[in-house]
């Protein structure tokens, strides 16, 4: 008769736990030391992209440039991160896009951002726009993922979601889009749109840079919690492997 599978998983599990508790215990890890602060994404790298600049100003709102709001959020993203221990690569720093100028400049920009995750051996990707529509009402932030993309995209997505949801105290949507330069990357990868600037009371919460630095943390809360998970379950995995072997 064939064994169920939850029986299984349940023995094998068993049997980790087990063999785990016969090992000799180590000193254990150093707890860190006063103050200081843990760094659980050491071994993480992440392309952060902040949507258009230069001569691209993306889109414009009573004056407000879209780029520059993707950097300041962006920039506050990669703070955070790095203080997270995660290794980031921008794909700008500054007013510049990394194609500044030719023919089928905007593709190529595209791709350019995207290439940039296999040049660094970055695991992750996460672009920064804003939003705008030719209403003033539609507000708050989306988080996109494309279907086609890393599998990873969606719970990547997810967690970002939720930790915007609760850093900002409004809904976040969060949908499957087709948007290429998230296939191009070949990893979890999702766009943020971080909010309206077609609406004005979330463009003037846009421009303050304490606002963007809290959806810049947010973000990187919100790639901790998914990167944490992921490496929770491979952990998991990998246990059940080691005592089938």
Sequence with gaps: ?????????????????????????GPGPRPPAAGARSRPLRGLAVVMDPGHGGID???VAAGV?????????????????????ARVVL??????APVPRGERRYLRDRRRRAELVAETGAQLF????????GGSGPRGPLVLW??????????????????????????VRMAPQAVLILQWARVPAVTIEAGFLSNPVERAALVRPAYQARVGTAIAVGVRSYWTA???????W????????
């Design 1 to 25: 008769m064939a064994r169920r599978p939850l029986t299984v998983l349940a023995l094998a599990a068993a049997i980790v736990l087990l063999l785990s508790s016969l090992r000799p215990a």
């Design 57 to 59: 100003s993306g889109a």
């Design 65 to 85: 440039q879209e780029k520059g709001v993707n950097l300041a959020i962006a920039l506050a993203a990669a703070r955070e991160l790095r203080d997270f221990g």
């Design 91 to 96: 794909t700008r720093h500054t007013d510049q």
């Design 126 to 133: 996460v672009s920064v726009h804003a939003n705008y529509v």
């Design 146 to 171: 494309n279907p086609s993309a890393n599998a990873g995209s969606r719970a990547l997505a997810g967690a970002i979601r939720t930790s915007l949801q609760g850093a900002l105290g409004v809904r």
């Design 230 to 236: 992921r490496r929770a379950q491979d952990t998991f």
């Design 238 to 245: 990998r246990g059940l492997a080691w005592a089938g072997a």
